[in-house]
């Protein structure tokens, strides 16, 4: 199937369905025989909790550096289990393709999750596919849900964060919205930074391990970024934060280019980092768990939580004074996942 | 929140997302309160065997005689888990939505999401929402994934119908298909039938409670309608199937339309019907756990699986010949779910 392009014929629950499926859909960590495709996946399960998680991605352009749609999808959803203290068990992949979207994209798209989902070891065991016509959707939107096995020590809530609390951050702010951005527009020749797109269960699971219940909230700070996630946090646990940024949580490369274009990289999105929330007792523990694993090895102390008015977050400027950290508005960057 | 429209900003994650989720997805079944947000839900299970299951919903109009996309959504996944043996336990929420959409028309979609799932007893637990810019979707496209419960005397298989097996239909043929065909054409004041979407599982309850082990396969005929799922079906197990359907298995309102439309009911998508196949000492004990549900009063006997070419599925024509019913091929038609 190469050189082709999809058509309304794939969608339609027929043979061409069926040709699609077995080219693409096979072997994800699922079925691998048409033979064994059922209307849902089967799991056995051990007693325990489970987590539950959905997200759609309609990420343009579809390739940026560091990733793409595919490697994103899995990813994103990985990844908000893993901030759920959920060990990825399986995930559901649904594609929405505009008719006329070639076979070759395709291709290189499922190459992409296929390669992210083993990677991950998380199997993709169910699907669907719809096509709608041409001017209908812009190329390829992607769900993924995933569902997790909580591990035993996390007792992790967004409304559990306490005054006294450190706040740690895996790893520098805001490439992946930079890398989208840049990607996007030609930015006269700009050279930003890769995505930090990555499935973050390992290291979520080191922190766990190291820190258990004393890890009281942990997120990925996605679309709004680091703003957003914390401006959240804040009002969920009805706390105050007082940041204090090492300068080197945010990249040199994206850094430069948030010079440039006057953005802020706390509201710029991140899809390889988490923001973990614990008692000060275990704030040095939890640095060395998450410094010890490669995708953490930039973690910081980036703040604290305080007993400050509710939902009200601040930063330390570079000239010592404190400013406001506001809940992200307006539009931002459409289409960042 | 009426009269407006949904704007890029509702799908930033900042400000106007929060209140979005806060208008529209609290009191689905899952969290009521939005300090509860996180990024997965968690569920306590016991051991046991679950399904997990995904679908796109595109359909065009999104409003049609009998139901809607959000009613759609809903129903879709609980009858693929339903279609599994299995009880839904949860279910995940995510939208795209097209800038300048209005909040009136996303107010009544999801007043049907919510209805519908209350009916069904489902909880949604999770979901998503991201806005593209105008032109890049069609309005609103919904996805929905879910989770169940497998009934402990659940043994369904697509592999496992046997020769002798008896082939049961739980109701009509058709009806969803030609419901939305002649909602989305005037066809010159055609009156259609209603679309038979519902949410499938009391009444696949209902057959396993009666005649459990003896269920070999269940489906339910979506896209493509009978004629794909019984090839499938007749594919998987290597078998061939032979149809005697009786007359009032198409309701007069789709036969008229299919006569003059020169549409064959059995290639239309159902939304509300289950195809069971059966061992054949169970088949009067099937027939009669189904009629006994409103969802499943006009129930029948419709063929039989027989040692035939794998694959293989005839139907008996009103003059006493066989016709072969292949897996329908081509656009049929597209956005029907």
């Avoid at 942990?218 to 009805?238: C, H, I, K, M, Y």
């Avoid at 703040?303 to 400013?323: I, M, N, Q, S």
Wanted: hydrophobic share 45%; net charge negative.
């Amino acid at each position: 199937m190469t050189g082709g392009r999809i058509t309304l014929a794939h969608g339609s629950g027929g043979a061409m369905t069926h040709r699609l499926i077995a080219d693409q859909f096979l072997n994800l960590g699922g079925p691998t025989d048409a033979r064994d495709l059922e209307d849902a996946a089967v799991l056995a399960l051990a007693e325990g909790t489970l987590a539950f998680t959905t997200d759609s991605y309609v990420v343009t352009p579809r390739f940026f550096p560091g990733g793409d749609i595919g490697k994103l999808a899995v990813c994103g959803t990985i990844n908000d289990l893993a901030a759920m203290g959920a060990q990825p068990l399986a995930m559901s992949l649904a594609l929405v393709i505009e008719e006329g979207f070639t076979e070759d994209e395709l291709q290189r798209i499922m190459a992409s999750v296929r390669e992210t989902a083993q990677m991950a070891g998380v199997p993709i065991v169910t699907g669907d596919t719809k096509v709608v016509e041409r001017g209908a959707a812009d190329g390829l939107f992607v769900n993924t849900a995933g569902i997790g096995r909580r591990h035993p020590a996390a007792r992790i809530s967004a409304r559990n964060a306490r005054p006294g609390d450190r706040v740690i951050l895996s790893g520098t702010v805001g490439d992946h919205g930079l890398a989208v951005l840049t990607a996007r527009h030609e930015l006269g020749g700009l050279v930003g930074p890769k995505s930090d797109c990555a499935p973050l269960w390992p290291l979520a699971r080191d922190l766990l391990d190291a820190v258990g219940e004393h890890v009281h909230c942990l997120r990925d700070p996605t679309r709004g970024g680091v703003a957003a996630t914390l401006n959240e946090l804040a009002f969920q646990s009805q706390v105050g934060m007082r940041l204090s940024m090492p300068e080197d949580i945010v990249s040199a490369a994206t850094h430069g280019a948030c010079e440039l274009l006057g953005l802020d990289p706390l509201v710029l999105a991140n899809e390889g980092k988490l923001i973990a929330i614990v008692s000060p007792e275990a704030a040095d523990a939890a640095l060395a768990a998450l410094r010890g694993n490669p995708l953490g090895a930039k973690a910081a102390l980036v703040g604290e939580v305080v007993d400050g008015p509710p939902g009200r977050v601040t930063a330390r400027t570079p000239l010592g004074t404190e400013r406001m950290v506001d809940m992200p508005s307006g539009e931002i960057l459409p289409r960042i996942c």
